[in-house]
Every structure is written in C-alpha cells, then in structure tokens.
C-alpha cells in the first residue's frame, strides 16, 4: 500500500506496468518491487526446492525471493531481482517457478513432503539405479527446483564491455563513498564513484535523516551533483563492482539500459574492467534475518528494507506493523513506522535490558517472535516472552534484524579472510586484504553517518597521498552520531522449520543435521545444504548459518570461519561479459586482397586460421565441388593456375647476421644462401619435433624475407622473437611481420612464364630465373618481387606486390590466365596438387612428427647448433620402427581412401595393439586417376610396395592400400625446373 | 592482472602470453648430455613464492619479458626484457 506523505518518487508521473499478465500502477522513482508493494501484491515468488510462497525481503541486490523474468520472447531477462529493477513504463515482469500459477502452484506439494527433502535428500535418495541418475532424477529435479529459464532463442539486445582508468575508485556511493570521492578528487585524483544504486546516497536515500540541515538524500544528491560538475570525476551510477582482481583491476557491471523502456542504441548492460591505482571500497553493510518458525512468509521482511520502502518509496507491505531485532536499528524501523501513522503493534527486542528507542510503541524487551503464521501473506505473530509466556499480534508485516554484516566480500576476493568483530557481531575485513584498497564506513563495521561521512574522508584523501596528491580534509557534515548495539541471536528455539538461506530453502535443521553427519566444515556444510549457493550467494543468511553450525560442532564462530567469497558480487549476465563475441564477432576475420573478386567468382569460402581462403570456384554445369577440383588441379598441371598465398606468414628480417640467426632457427643451412636465391627451411620445437616450414629468400645481402605456413605464422613469429631476445642478444638482427604488407599470389603450371612475360616490363627466361631464384621485378612501373618456388611441383612463380595493388594484379592475372586455358584455384586443388607431391601441410607435421619421421633427418645439418637439434637426437626419436611419412594407394583402383583412419597388417584384427599407424591427408588426383593418400606408417620406409590395410572405425570403412613413396608425381621434378 | 611492460608500460595481462620458468633462458651447451637437455626442457619447481617467469607482450611491443612474481600473494615485483636480462 502506499502511504501518504512518505517516499521519494514523483507521484504526478504514474507509470503502468504489467506483472504475470496483470496491469498496475507504480510511479518514477519506484523500483519493481516497491511499486509491487504499493499495489498490495505480496507473493512475488516461488521457493527453489520446496515451492513456498515468497515476498519481498530485502530492498537492494541481495535480495533472495522477489526474482522475476523481465521482458518477453527472446528478450526475456530471468531471475532479475525485483528490487533493483527500476520501473518504466510498459515494463512486463512474469513470476518464476510456479505452475500454472504463482497463487496456485502445483508444486507447493513438495513443501507437504518436506520432511523427506531435508539435507543430503538428493545425494542418499537418488543414489542406485546409478543410470537413472542422467536420464531420469537429474532432469526430474530440474524440472521440480529451479529459477527463471532463458527463452532459448538468439537475443538481439546489445551488450558492451570497455575499460576504464582512474587514479581513485570509490566503490559504493554512500555518505562514506561520497565523503572519499569528493576529498580524492579535490586532492587532484582521477576518481570513479561507482554506485549500484540508480541515485547517490545510500542508505541515507531509505533514511529519515538530516545531513547539514537537510534530509539525508537531499545533500546525497547535492554532494553529487558538485562531484559530476568536476572535471576528474566520473559518476557511475547503476554499477556494481564484482570482482577485486589482480593488480587494481576490479570488474564491474553498469545496468546502462535496464531502467529504460527504450534503450535506443545504448547497450543494455555493459561490463568494465576498471584498472585503478587505489581503490576506497564504500560498500556499506548487509541486514541479517533471525530464524524462526515459518520466517519465510510474504510480509516479513529485513527491518532496516521496511524503513527503506517507507522513506523512500512511500510504502508498506501492511498496516499492522510488528519489529523484532536484536539491536539498536531495528528501533529506527519502529520509530519511523510509527511517526507515518501505521500501526506499530509491537517492538520486540530480544535484549530483556534493552530501552525503547522508538518512542509510544508497545515494547517487549527480552521477547522473541517464535512464529508468523500466514500462508501466502503474513496474518499473526507469536511472541514469547522471558518466562515462556506467549502472546499472539495479528500484523500483516514483520520487520526482522538480527545486525548488520559489513558487505566484506571484495575484500575476500584476493584470499583474505574476514575478522570477527563482537562489537558489532559480524565480520569486518582484515587490513590490507587488497593491495592498495581501503575500507570505510558500514564496510568496516562503522554504522553511524557522522563517522562513516569521516572515514570516507579520510580514506580519500589517504588515496589520494599514497599517489601523491595533497589535499585537506574537507568540513565534515553536521550528522547523526547514534550508538549501535547488539547482541547475538540467531535462531530462535522452537519446532518447525525455520529458514536460514531463502533462495535455496536451507532451514536451521538441515544445518544442523549436516553437523551430525559431521559436515562440520563450513566449506563441507555448505556443499552438503547448498547454503549460500544460490544466486545471492547467502547475503543474509550466512554468518547465520555460520553460527549455527559452530553451536552444532561446540566451537567458537571465529574459530569456525566463513566460505570463500568470490567473484562476482552479484550475478552477471554472459552476454555482458562475452559482449560482441557472439556470431561473427566471436572472432577477427582475416580477407585476402582477393576476397571480392573470389566471392563474385562464386568460390565457397573456408575458413583457415581467421583467415578466409577460397574453396574452390565453380564452372557452369559443374554439379560437385569434385569436379570443380579436378577440372583446376588439371588446369595447373596443364597450362597455368593463379592462388592467392597472401595467408601465408611473411617476415621481414634485416641485418648483418639474419644468416647466422637462420642457421640456427632453421634445420638446414642458410647463410649460405647467395642474394637473389631461395631456401626450403625446416624448424623445429626444443623437444625435436618440427614446428613449421616454409621458404625463406635472401632478398639481397642484409634483407631477407621469411614465409611461414598460414596456420603456424603467428607461432613461429613469437619463436623467432624468443630466439632472438633470449639466445641472439648479440646478432644483429631486426625482423618485423609483413604478412599483410604484401599480397602474394602463385602462379602455376606449365604457361605460369608465359603468362609473366606478357606482364613484366622486363622478361624472364630460365637463365635469368632459374629455379628458386628470386629478385625485383616490376609490372607496369610497379616495384614487385618474383619469387621462382612451387607448392604445386609445377614450373610455378609466386608474385609479390605492396597490398594495395593485391586486388587489381588479382584481376589481371586471371583475366591473362583465362585466355591461356588457365584460371584461378582454390584450396581444394591445392591440396591435391600437393598430395600428388608429396608436400607436407600441418596435417603431416601436426606437433607429434621429428623431421626423421617425415623423411628429412639429412635436414638437420651436422654442422652447427639449432633450436631442437640436441633433442631430436634422444633415444627414440630416430629409430626404424618409428611411424614414417609414405604414400598410399587403394590396390582397387576407384576406391576411396579417408583420412584419419587406421594402418594394420593385412590379416590383423584392427584393434589398438595392432596399429601401425594413420593416414593424414587423401584426395583424388586427376593427374593420377586414382585416390592418394598420405599418412605415417611404423618403419613405412622400408614397407614400399607392401600392401596395408586400412580401417577406419569412425565412418565404418576398409580399404587395403599399398605403401608407395610420399612423392606420387613427377618424381625427379622435371616439371618443377622446366 | 597488470603488468608493467619496460617499453609500453602499465598494461592489463590480456595483452600478454604467459611462457613459463625463465629457466628456458639458461639453454645447455650443445654438447651437454641429453639428460641435461630433457631436465633443461621438462623439468620445473613449482614454488609457493617468488619465481622467475617469462612473458611475452604479444599484443603489444612483442617483447620477452621476464617477470618477478609471487605465486602466493600475485605481488609482481619486476618486468625486465630478456633482450637486457640476457645481455647482463
């Protein structure tokens, strides 16, 4: 209900809103759930386990109960806390975990059957058949607990994540973090306020409070706005900050667009990585429940949230109000119920010695609330007294405190435990539990605002020193100094279930029967109750639950500890934190200069690396891509071919002794190489085994220029880095990546010169440029380079130019190619043409093959040292019965050979002990008529000729092969130096 | 998780690639035993404390780095350039 002249939302602008289909009415300034409050709705939720009806409890993001599904279709937002989610017009909000519906919940039956649900249920019911567990019981109980379902379809909402910079965070935006912000930044810091409030103030927003004359949320507001006017300072309302992380680097998630009916093109959430030099945590504190019989029912809610939804939202779950604490605060709620004109029918303090703080309310020191009656609202209490008397109050709310928990949870995220404070019954943090963080205010167990506005001074303007800034403490506002006291009480003895954790419906009980069946660790209670498992991690029930398992185990609450807080504070959506990795943005996508014009082509683009190559580029009437392929490897090997090989990595390397440096990175010798020349190189890992290979081309005497394979280019860059900085300090020796500064394109078969020579300005023969030769060239007056290599095993080329030019030479070598009976080729044709040669691709040197097993031991050069040479001279690296590189064949011309399958002896069962090794790579030669294949034979060296037989498990083939040579074509290279 | 790299400076740890034991700078003599090789290569401590490490600012100046480090506290106590650490 809404109470008349409380609150501070703006009742001349009604806003509409629908929940579970139904219309009502809130106002700007309402939350989801204080303007569920001020429609009179109680039940806004369904428990996880035994279905109970819930309302409201608390009014910030630790709430446990009041979690709904905001938005519909693919939009829908479950589990969003209704008292964080501020109200928009039109705002749809369904309830959760209930069928058909809230009021009526089938499942509300297993709160009947709850005697058997306690602790442990699952793990000693559910045990035996042990395969009923996947099919059967786990979907089962899915199905039966749970929270809100995503609606399971691509959600077009924008998410953002960004970095942020400051000198100071201040985290939390009340009277301490405003007092920490404001000194930071009059010091001269790069201050960030954060706030996870929509508004600045904190608690002084629920409070009925004055600050220098003015109520508390009026100076809040003001001090804000100064600060926004600072040109240091950056206000970050709607953000919460998750995580403490290494370094300074606090995550945070800023609801941006939540609160709008119309996000426009803003995100809706976006989450920061916010790297600060110092941090000032401001994160005030957490009200605590008391257990009691039937605690959970709609209308009881958190003291300290009452007095919230009445001072600043202007409403009331009810008008017969009843107060039950342990402390000094709960008074205030009394106090401030009363003063509104509800009806405060009792004030019980638990403390017999207690005075009454809240002026003419019944006061009943040293009682206790024993139990709420009441199902799907609360109707009655029972109090009981010193001597046992009882008494019963009908009230329709019930405000519980049992003290307030300094909120320590970021200050536990880099490992440091929390410290036991009597004072204040509670964990405060330890010092120095952060690197470069302090605490100030409620945080540290500092709850009244006089002093929480000085702390948050003083850690400000100690931020602010420790980087070098000096600044005066600023005056420190006019405000309440109140006491606090408080003594312990957790649960209040009596029959029946009384809840500790809300969300996961974790009672006192089963608390203590995990202490019997001596989980008496907190970690292990934890696990076995699921206490403090849920979304809200156990904000309010925790150090509840704590002391109750240290009375249970008869030991001291310091003594028992708490869990590990961890990352994040609240819950954070996927979306927020993989934001723009979805579809395509998942990962950069790399296009050749020849992109355009292979997609117009029609060429089907396949993805290599992040790189985008094409697959092959269809004729008119050709119905397979194998007759695509074909019809190019033909192609090549008959009059020319044009490849983009742009993807292949490209090195730069300049110096006086880039020789010297090769040799060692390199298997083979190349300060040998005389400029104009080119090299095959092969490289390997330290432990021996090959790690890439390529051609490197000594350009002139000190420039050189690398090639690596497109898949290893990045790996091989950082090696050659390593070597150079870590072994080859004294060479000199500079190389820089230019694998995008060069389009490069191969030019194959037997017209490839032919073709050249109708474009060089200057005309090549074999004198000029023999094989792997290579030079400056130029085309029409554009500088280029020839390169005279082949991955085809045709008289090949490849051709150089600066990037820019890569587009139009693409176009031009086509259009040279098609009038001499040739044209482009994709990877397809590629890959076969290197088949039929025998040319190892990543498939062959996969990680796991020596340069001894793929057939180039003569390789690794006696001579000199390189990287690997050491280990791949280790036993058991070079010995025959190592699986070695060969070709295959079907013996049955026609038939396929599929790659990833198995080699065993003609006559053995194809099983693991009989495995003699696997096929790589397998495509059709047109050259040949006959699939080929190549794969790694145990001593397949010796084994040519034999036939073998091939089983692949996987696709439920056979195939009996015979072992040839890796080289199926042209064997002496005749074709190559043509 | 920041590091401050000697060339670019204070950068968050996405832009860099964690190697290992900085022991890899200590490569035997080529005619070492291969068992000395093999410890060279596999073996390593695995200390609750400082350690030596060896990053690489892959997304930045790609340089080698190696970095001083606590394992237990994640307090980072150095960043130098293997190019220097070596010329030493």
């Known amino acids: 209900m809404r109470i008349d002249g409380k609150g501070r939302v703006d009742r001349n602008r009604p806003v509409n809103f629908t929940f579970d289909g139904k219309a009502f009415g809130g106002f700007a300034g309402d939350t989801l759930a204080s303007a569920l409050m001020g429609a009179d709705v109680r039940l806004v939720g369904r428990s996880f386990k035994y279905h109970r009806p819930r309302g409201v409890l608390t009014a910030g993001s630790e709430e446990p109960n009041a979690l709904v599904t905001v938005r519909s279709g693919a939009a829908a937002d479950p589990n969003t806390r209704a008292t964080v989610q501020e109200l928009y017009e039109g705002l749809e909000a369904v309830s959760q975990n209930r069928w058909p519906s809230l009021d009526f919940d089938v499942l509300g039956v297993n709160d009947l059957a709850a005697p058997f649900f306690g602790a442990g249920f699952y793990y000693k019911t559910f045990m035996w058949p042990k395969s009923f567990w996947e099919k059967l019981y786990e979907p089962m109980i899915r199905r039966a607990a749970g929270l809100g379902a995503l609606s399971g379809k691509p959600n077009a909402d924008r998410y953002e994540k960004a970095y942020a910079f400051c000198d100071v965070l201040v985290i939390g935006g009340g009277p301490a973090g405003l007092m920490a912000a404001l000194t930071a930044a009059r010091a001269g810091a790069e201050v960030i306020l954060a706030s996870e409030d929509c508004c600045f103030g904190g608690r002084l927003q629920a409070e009925d409070e004055t600050v220098d004359g003015d109520p508390g949320a009026t100076w809040a507001t003001a001090l804000a706005g100064e600060l926004a006017t600072m040109e240091n300072v950056r206000l970050m309302p709607r953000t919460t900050v998750t995580g403490a992380y290494d370094g300074g680097t606090f995550g945070a998630l800023e609801r941006v667009a939540q609160h709008l009916a119309d996000p426009g093109d803003a995100p809706i959430e976006c989450f920061w990585r916010i790297a600060a030099r110092r941090a000032v945590l401001c994160s005030g504190a957490l009200e605590r429940h008391i257990a009691f019989r039937d605690n959970d029912r709609p209308g009881v809610m958190m003291a300290g949230a009452l007095r919230a939804y009445l001072n600043r939202w202007g409403v009331a779950p009810g008008r017969r109000v009843v107060v039950f604490g342990n402390n000094d ?31 003419d309310v019944p006061f009943y020191p040293g009682w206790q609330v024993a139990r709420a009656h009441g199902a799907k609202g609360l109707e009655a209490v029972d109090l009981i007294g010193p001597q046992g008397a009882l008494k019963r109050v009908q009230a329709d709310a019930l405000g519980v405190s049992g003290g307030w928990n300094p909120a320590v949870s970021l200050t536990c995220h880099l490992n440091g435990r929390p410290v036991w404070d009597d004072r204040i019954a509670g964990f405060v943090p330890r010092e120095d539990a952060v690197p470069g963080m302090t605490v100030a205010g409620a945080a540290r167990g500092t709850f009244a605002t006089l002093a929480c506005l000085r702390e948050g001074a003083e850690a400000g303007r100690e931020a602010a020193q420790a980087l070098g800034f000096s600044g005066e403490l600023p005056v420190i506002p006019v405000a309440e100094d109140e006491a606090y006291h408080v003594r312990r009480l957790w649960a209040v003895p009596g029959k029946g279930r009384a809840w500790l954790d809300f969300q996961n419906d974790v009672t006192v009980k089963d608390v203590k029967q995990a202490a019997r069946e001596n989980y008496r660790s907190v970690e292990h209670m934890k696990r076995y109750t699921t206490q403090g498992m849920a979304t809200d991690q156990g904000k309010s029930s925790n150090v509840q639950a704590l002391a109750i398992l240290a009375d249970a185990t008869g030991r001291d609450l310091p003594e028992t500890g708490t869990t590990t807080f961890r990352p994040p504070y609240v819950p954070v959506s996927i979306a927020a934190m993989g934001a723009g990795s979805q579809g395509k943005g998942f990962a950069p996508q790399r296009f050749t200069t020849s992109h355009e014009a292979s997609v117009a082509r029609g060429a089907p683009m396949v993805e290599a690396g992040l790189w985008y190559r094409p697959s092959y580029f269809p004729q008119p009437g050709e119905k397979t891509w194998r007759e695509a392929c074909d019809r190019e490897v033909k192609m090549v090997r008959e009059s020319v071919g044009i490849c983009d090989v742009s993807t292949l990595g490209k090195i730069d390397l300049q110096g006086r002794d880039v ?20 090299r095959y190189g092969l490289m390997l890992r330290e432990d021996g085994h090959v790690m890439d290979d390529g051609t490197t081309a000594r350009l002139t005497e000190n420039q050189w220029v690398m090639t690596t394979t497109t898949a290893a280019a990045g790996e091989v860059m950082k090696h050659l880095d390593w070597v150079r900085q870590a072994y080859c300090g004294a060479m000199d020796v500079r190389f820089i990546s230019v694998t995008e500064q060069w389009a490069q394109f191969a030019v194959a078969g037997p017209k490839s010169r032919e073709l050249l020579n109708g474009l060089l ?37 490849e051709i150089a130019v600066p990037a820019r030019y890569g587009a ?70 070079v010995e025959d019965d190592r699986e070695q590189l060969v070709g295959l064949r079907p013996v049955t011309t026609g038939r396929e050979l599929t790659a990833g399958a198995h080699l065993f002896d003609k006559g053995a069962e194809a099983v693991r002990v009989n495995d003699l090794g696997y096929i790589t790579s397998v495509g059709f030669s047109p050259s040949l008529g006959t699939f080929l294949g190549l794969g790694f034979l145990r001593n397949g060296r010796a084994r040519h000729g034999e036939e073998i037989r091939m089983v692949d498990h996987v696709r439920g083939i056979e195939e009996t092969c015979i072992v040839t040579d890796p080289v199926a074509f042209d064997e002496d290279g005749g074709r190559l130096r043509g | 998780m920041r590091l401050t790299c000697p060339i670019c400076g204070d950068r968050d740890r996405r832009e860099f690639y964690y190697q290992g034991d900085a022991a890899m700078l200590a490569r035997p003599d080529p005619a070492a035993p291969v068992q000395d090789w093999a410890d060279w290569l596999h073996l390593r401590d695995n200390p609750a404390g400082r350690t030596r490490e060896l990053w690489y600012h892959e997304a930045g100046c790609t340089s080698w780095l190696m970095v001083e480090r606590d394992t237990v506290t994640h307090e980072v106590f150095s960043v130098d350039l293997v190019e220097r650490v070596d010329a030493d």
């Open chain 1, 329 to 359: 605060d709960a008074h205030r709620t009394a106090r401030d119920m009363h003063l509104a004109g509800l009806e405060v029918v009792a004030l019980v303090d638990s403390r017999h010695d207690a005075e009454n703080m809240a002026g």
């Open chain 1, 761 to 797: 300005d200057h005309p090549i023969d074999d004198g000029s440029f023999p094989f792997m030769q290579c030079g400056p060239v130029s085309i029409g007056g554009l500088a280029a380079r020839l390169f005279r290599i082949s991955f085809s095993g045709e008289h090949a080329y």
């Open chain 1, 659 to 678: 020789g010297a440096f090769l040799d060692f990175v390199y298997t083979n010798t190349f300060s040998t190489l005389k400029p104009g020349r080119v």
């Open chain 1, 808 to 877: 139009s030479l693409f176009e031009v070598l086509l259009g040279r190619a098609e009038t001499l009976g040739g044209g482009p080729y994709g990877m397809e044709a590629l890959n076969v043409l290197r088949i039929e040669k025998g040319h190892i691709t990543h498939a062959e040197i996969h990680g796991r093959t020596t340069a001894f097993d793929i057939g180039f031991a003569r390789m690794v050069s006696a001579r000199k040292d390189c990287i690997g040479k050491a280990l791949a001279a280790r036993p058991g690296m």
